[in-house]
């Protein structure tokens, strides 16, 4: 099942502008965030909604999420006629990553809920030039929590257009310096969450007795 309203869709300009992956993004004060949510209702059938959602009110993207989650996920802190908690896989498509703050309490909620599986794609990293940068080591603290992080790519901003913006049967187009610039972002998250994966090696050697 889809629910699908005009509502919920972004114009053509709208998404462009504030999805592009430039590497300078001047005038892009604002994080975009559309979201599908996904609930298996049977063996062979699934529950889906989606829409999009931006910053208001002086409150970050990510949390006014949080804050529509009882609609958007019936259930999510009870359980089923039979007993059974139910479980929900949630897709974020950022124009921004997400900040320190936000990470931080992204990941405690999610450490409480472990019935819901988040993934994030982003278009652009949040102030991560820094090696040191607070928004670095929230990346980092997403992943521990089980997050799955990656930087969108073609694929990614295609399926975005034909889901989430008011097309008009116009097909989507991609900018010069798209690929480009979604390699070198993809190179800068793996170098900025490569500390993760050292860790979960080291881990596990300790559990082996290595």
Known sequence: MISKLDSVLMTQRKFIFHYKNVRWA?????????FVVKRRTGPDSLSFDFGHLRNRSGCHVELLFLRHLG??????????VDGARLCYSVTWFCSWSPCSKCAQQLAHFLSQTPNLRLRIFVSRLYF????????REGLRHLKRAGVQISVMTYKDYFYCWQTFVARRKRSFKAWDDL?????RLVRKLNRILQPCETEDLRDGFTLLGL
């Open 26 to 34: 001047r005038g892009r004060h604002e994080t975009y965030l559309c």
């Open 179 to 183: 690929h480009q610039n979604s390699v």
């Open 128 to 135: 991560c030039d820094e090696e040191n940068s607070q928004e």
């Open 71 to 80: 609609a958007l996920c019936p259930g999510l802190w009870g359980s089923s």
